[in-house]
């Protein structure tokens, strides 16, 4: 075991991990993968237990260890690239390497180059279990939790549109690896944390699903029914008093959708979602408040549109006119011009017109209750 190697062997073996590290693991794959081999062949033949790297077990205080990034890439090359893959046990459960491989999942996500983070969702995708099979009860260890928001920070974050729409299938994966309890409280957690309109109305538009589900089941006992739904209702039905409705328009849309799916799939004999008890609750902190806001700013975007098309009927001061700049971060963005602004404009107006038509059906279903 780890904790019995000779001090050289031990020097030896952390010198070899530790080549894993820059630049190997950002090299690409054709000229990585002689070295990496050769360094995985002279791994496995220092003895060391596959599981105990893993785990991270180092003897001592941790002193001279191994770089984490090279163990990352170790288990990256030892369970997606199968370098060396007899050096695991031969009977092991998958949960439980799924387990070990978070901290290392981790460890690779939070770099910012593109192969490092791609090596990452590998791994991670290399060792899932099957759907609806981890128990809610591991939610305990908060590195389940933590992998979900490395996703969405890679989902939100990431310039790589590749790796963006790798991490969006992983996270909704991942979810699905537990029960219904897992997948309320991952939901629920999520909701919390994430700030993004698109990422929020693509986890609504999940819930929705989830409660269809549970809905067409029939079984009361689903967390995504009764008095337990609550909760996210309360998450997801809400408009704040700075609400931006055009930042914001993917999360208002799919809460709006969500809303609308529960009044017509959800009759009030049945009640099953509890929304029809909360039908004046979601009036007066959701529907009211997004009528005003929806009022104000599309008389405000109507000003603006009536503006900017006068100055450009006015020849030819529109031409001297000074054109808008958008500094962001520092940076300065391409000037944008008047038709361009105008555009923009329309374009703006239409996406609240498209909020407005969802929005007069959700009050006039919301009608039947009073």
């Known amino acids: 075991v ?39 062949y002279h791994v496995v033949r220092c003895r060391v237990g596959a599981l105990q790297l893993l785990q991270g077990e180092w003897p001592g205080d941790g002193e001279g260890g191994p770089p984490a990034l090279g163990v990352a890439f170790f288990a990256y090359l030892l369970l997606v690239d199968h370098m060396e893959q007899s050096y695991l046990p031969m009977i092991i459960r998958k949960d439980y390497l799924l387990h070990v491989v978070l901290t290392h999942f981790k460890t690779l996500l939070q770099r910012s180059e593109s192969r490092v983070m791609s090596k990452g969702l590998a791994l991670l995708n290399a060792t899932l279990v099957p759907a609806h099979s981890l128990n809610s009860n591991v939610l305990d260890d908060p590195r389940y939790v933590e992998t979900t928001e490395l996703l969405c920070r890679v989902m939100v974050n990431c310039p790589h549109k590749t790796l963006r729409e790798r991490s969006m299938k992983m996270l909704l994966d991942f979810i699905n690896l537990f029960d219904a309890p897992g997948r309320y409280k991952l939901y629920r957690s999520l909701c919390h944390s994430v700030k993004h309109s698109g990422l929020l109305g693509l986890l609504i538009f999940h819930i929705k699903n989830e409660v269809d589900v549970a809905l067409r089941c029939g079984g009361m006992d689903s967390p995504f029914l009764g008095h337990s739904l609550v909760p996210l209702l309360d998450t997801t039905f809400i408009v704040r008093d700075d ?13 709006l959708n969500f809303l609308r799916f529960l ?15 909360q039908a004046s609750s979601l009036v007066r902190r959701f529907t009211d ?7 104000t700013i599309k008389m405000h975007a109507r000003e603006e ?63 039947t209750a009073k």
């Open 305 to 367: 549109i009536a503006k900017t098309e006068q100055g450009l009927m006015m020849e030819p001061a529109a031409a001297a006119a000074p054109v808008l700049t958008v500094e962001v971060s520092g940076e300065v963005l391409p000037e944008v011009s008047p038709k361009d602004e105008l555009q923009a404009l329309h374009s703006a107006l239409q996406r609240l017109d498209m909020i407005e038509c969802v929005l007069v059906r959700v009050e006039e279903l919301l009608e």
């Open 289 to 295: 408040p997004l009528r005003r806001a929806l009022y």
């Open 243 to 255: 609400e931006d409705l055009l930042t914001d328009s993917d999360r208002i849309m799919g809460a």
């Open 263 to 277: 009044l017509i799939r959800d009759k009030p004999g049945s009640n099953h979602t509890t929304v029809w008890t």
């Open 2 to 40: 780890l904790w019995m190697m000779t001090w050289p062997v031990m020097v030896c073996f952390s010198h070899l991990l530790s080549i894993m590290d820059y630049p190997l693991i950002s090299m690409k794959h054709k000229m990585a993968a002689p070295i990496c081999t050769q360094i995985m």
